[in-house]
């Protein structure tokens, strides 16, 4: 089997992947997005659903989903970050930021085959310019939800020091770092990789303690 062939099979059973766990999340989970939708709406009313466009592979814009956390006149400030204690989100907005459930919406942009499970986060559009020639072939892979750069830059809002420009902050220190881990690992990875990092990063976010050697071993 040539290169090209096999490297189109890994990508259908990668694509397979996708869409099983985006369904089946979207169906397990679907009382908690909910129940979710419901508060949101409570405390501050529509729209449900924040909608940003997102680099896409190849640098194709598409439209990715959240749950809104931030307040409905919260589009005056145009900060393409989320800071630690932002004032931007609402009181239930605070919570869907710790537990990551407004990343949840993003199941469909699975489905849709915009984005995979584990792939490179996606950059606002604001941010395109943090990409640099090093840097540029992350956007020839599918960003996704979980993926080593999500694992260890789970906390991102609170590595922000204070009085500084966050964006330069994020353009000069945290978006290289984020691009060499994840092109070092994008380039030999694996399904059955990819699936260790799904379990590690929900593990995180559930606030369970990992074994940080194990995971720097996928790193």
């Known amino acids: 089997m040539s290169s090209t062939q096999s490297r189109s099979n890994n990508e259908r059973l990668a694509r397979l992947f996708d869409i099983g766990f985006a369904a089946l999340g979207l169906i397990v989970l679907s009382p908690v997005i909910a129940i979710a939708s419901i508060a949101i709406l409570v405390e501050t009313g529509r729209p449900i659903l924040f909608s940003q466009s997102r680099l896409g592979r190849n640098g194709r814009p598409f439209a990715m989903l959240k749950l809104r956390k931030f307040r409905p006149d919260a589009s005056d400030c145009h900060l393409p970050l989320t800071m630690m204690a932002d004032e931007r989100m609402s009181r239930f907005g605070r919570v869907l930021a710790i537990t990551k459930l407004d990343e949840l919406p993003q199941l469909i942009n699975i489905l849709r085959g915009e984005m995979a499970v584990v792939g490179p986060r996606p ?97």
């Open 123 to 219: 950059e606002s559009l604001e941010l395109a310019y943090c990409f640099t020639n090093s840097s540029l072939p992350l956007l020839a892979y599918k960003p996704g939800i979980f993926g080593p750069s999500q694992w260890v830059f789970r906390n991102e809002s609170a590595l922000f020091p204070l009085n500084v420009d966050p964006v330069e902050f994020y353009r000069q220190i945290l978006f290289p770092l984020k691009a060499r881990i994840d092109l070092s690992y994008y380039a030999e990875r694996t399904l059955t990789t990819d699936m260790k990092w799904v379990v590690l990063c929900s593990l995180a976010v559930a606030g369970l303690r990992i074994d940080t050697k194990l995971a720097a071993t996928h790193l």
